[in-house]
C-alpha cells in the first residue's frame, strides 16, 4: 500500500501515553521510524476519538462501553495531561491517549485494517476561506482513515458549520474518487449521538447553534 501522496505534520514532540491506572505513560521518541502497536490486553472493538478536547465523550463512552478499546488522539499537550489524570481519577482502563496530530498517529501508530469506529466531533471548522485547506476532514485524511478501517466500521463526525458538513460530504467523494471505498450513510440535524455532551456541543447549544452530524460507512 503506498502513502505517497499523504501530507502530513510531525509535531516536534510526540508523546505516547498508556495509561493505567497509576497513571503511567510511554514516551516515544518522534525519530521513532516504526510503527507502533498500541497494546492492549487484546483488541477485540477498537474506537479511535480524534481531538477529543476536554474528554467529556472519551469519558462516559469508555464507561458505558468497558469492552470497547478507545484510543483518544489530540495534539494539545495541556489537554491530554488533563484528560490523562480524569481517566485515572475514574479508574479508566480501556483508553489509551496519544499526544500527536492525527494524521501522525494514524500513519505511524495505528495498524492498517484494525479500526472499528472513528469519532470526531466538532473538528476545529477554519470558516475562512484561506484557511479551508487546514480542516481536519479532507480528501487526504479520508484516504489514510480508509487505510486503517475495517471493512463495515464507520466514521461519526458532528459539526457545527454548514459549510465544513458540506466540505465533507464532498472530501468523501473525491476520497471514493481517488480509490477509498467509503459511502455516506447519514446526514442529519443534530448530535449523532444524543446520550453524550462535549464541551462544543453544550457551548453551540446554548447559542442556538444548528448542529450537523455526518455518518460514513467504509464499503
Ligand atoms: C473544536 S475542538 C473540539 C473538542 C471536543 N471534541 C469537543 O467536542 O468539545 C477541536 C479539538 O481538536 C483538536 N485538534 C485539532 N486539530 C487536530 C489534529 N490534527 N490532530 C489531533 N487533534 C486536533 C484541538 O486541539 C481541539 O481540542
Not at 521513532?32 to 474528554?55: H, P
Not at 484528560?83 to 505511524?108: D, P
Not at 470558516?127 to 464507520?154: E, T, Y
Amino acid at each position: 500500500m503506498s502513502y505517497s501522496n499523504i501530507i502530513f505534520p510531525v509535531n516536534f514532540y510526540q508523546k505516547i501515553y498508556k495509561l493505567s491506572c497509576s497513571g503511567g505513560f510511554i514516551r516515544v521518541n518522534r525519530n521513532s521510524s516504526y510503527i507502533l502497536r498500541l497494546v492492549f490486553d487484546s483488541i477485540d472493538y477498537l474506537v479511535l476519538e480524534v481531538g477529543f478536547g476536554k474528554g467529556d465523550f472519551l469519558l462516559q463512552y469508555s464507561i458505558d462501553n468497558p469492552g470497547y478499546q478507545i484510543v483518544g488522539i489530540e495534539k494539545s499537550d495541556r489537554l491530554v495531561k488533563e484528560v490523562s489524570k480524569k481517566l485515572v481519577r475514574n479508574g479508566i482502563s480501556n483508553v489509551r491517549l496519544i499526544q500527536a496530530s492525527a494524521e501522525f498517529a494514524l500513519y505511524f501508530l495505528i495498524p492498517d485494517d484494525s479500526v472499528d469506529e472513528i469519532i470526531i466531533n466538532f473538528p476545529d471548522p477554519w470558516p475562512k476561506k484561506a484557511h479551508i485547506s487546514r480542516r481536519l476532514v479532507n480528501p487526504n485524511f479520508l484516504k489514510l482513515l480508509n487505510n486503517k478501517m475495517k471493512k463495515g466500521s464507520r466514521i461519526f463526525v458532528s459539526t457545527d458549520v454548514i459549510d465544513y458538513k458540506d466540505f465533507i460530504i464532498d472530501s468523501v467523494k473525491k476520497a471514493v474518487n481517488q480509490g477509498s471505498c467509503f459511502r455516506v450513510t447519514n446526514v442529519f440535524m443534530g448530535f449523532w449521538n444524543e446520550k453524550y455532551q462535549t464541551k462544543y456541543l453544550k457551548k453551540w447549544l446554548k447559542e442556538n447553534k444548528k448542529i450537523f452530524s455526518i455518518e460514513i460507512q467504509k464499503i
